[in-house]
């Protein structure tokens, strides 16, 4: 149980406890959740009421209000200076149709800028209801800052010593065997680079055979000039040399790998001991830890249980809570009532 290992932050006084429970009422817990200032902080400005218009209405009448809106912007976009005509034999064309300024432009634009406000404010209040359900619903249960959690003895706790890494196992060798390794390796490496797949050795042995003693060049057009090919190196030249070469490889390399079996074996053999005595230390503290542990969870469990109780009523607070807030309207402010009331009417 997590919670048993880490307890939800500090008690308050020992005092407020009494026997199997904790002192006093839980209305004076979960009141403190449902107070009404709480929810004029969330509600700041807007106009949400017991009594005015629904959710609803108030959408209905804010999409009204934008339908209208677009009207009048329809009428207005259209408007320009001129109209065109073109005349072609006997027949007359419009190219351009003219659409002067509507005779009552001032009142559409007021209208319009009364429409836009009006729809602005229902969408305030309609977001702070919905800001205001959201809140309560995500309202937390604190049963921890007003009651106190069981204290626990401080379980003992156990740093484990770390494993060694390939470094400590070369720190183990003398001077001279470390040295050693340096010159080994360094002869290994070079020789190895020299004759092995891809290297000088190994691409002159290659190549060898497949040079013609004999090539021709075009020095000037359609005529071709003999050029003799002199081969300084032969197959069995070559071949000493490699067979010279590798058995020198092989006894560095030899050594390379002494050493680094050496360096493998000394990191086994330490890191099997550091797990050996590192278990065995945990064993012991794990054992009195869990006497600790025990005795610990038996007053836990006998917190949770009031914490459970606690919980239901904190629960049936906030869907009180949640059921007032569902139930808010909008109260008009009288700038906007005019035209609420336009839209109202044709609702029924």
Known sequence: MDFLRNPPGPPLNPSLYREGFIFGKFETFCNKLSNK???????GKHSLSSKGLSLSQAQSISNLCNQRSRDINSKL????NFSRDLKIGEETYVETVGM???ENVVD???EKAELHSTQAFLMENIKAKDDLIKSIQKEVFDYN???PYPQREKLELFREESHKDESWAWDQLTNSEYNEYLEAEAFASHIGQFIHKGGVLDKLRTELPTIKTLEWMEVEEGKK???KVNIHHNSEELLALHETLA???RKYEQRVNYFKAKIKNLLTSKNSEISRSNSEKQNEINSKNTLVMEAYEK?????EGENSKALHVFEEGRQKRISEAAGMRIDVDGRFQKTIDTFLSSLD
Do not use: G, Y
């Open 37 to 43: 200032s709480k929810l004029k902080e969330i509600m």
């Open 77 to 80: 976009s259209t408007v320009n």
């Open 100 to 102: 002067a300024m509507p």
């Open 108 to 110: 559409l634009l007021l």
């Open 145 to 147: 800052s007003e009651v």
């Open 225 to 227: 000039t003999p050029m």
């Open 247 to 249: 058995s020198h490889h």
């Open 299 to 303: 007053e836990c469990n006998k917190w």
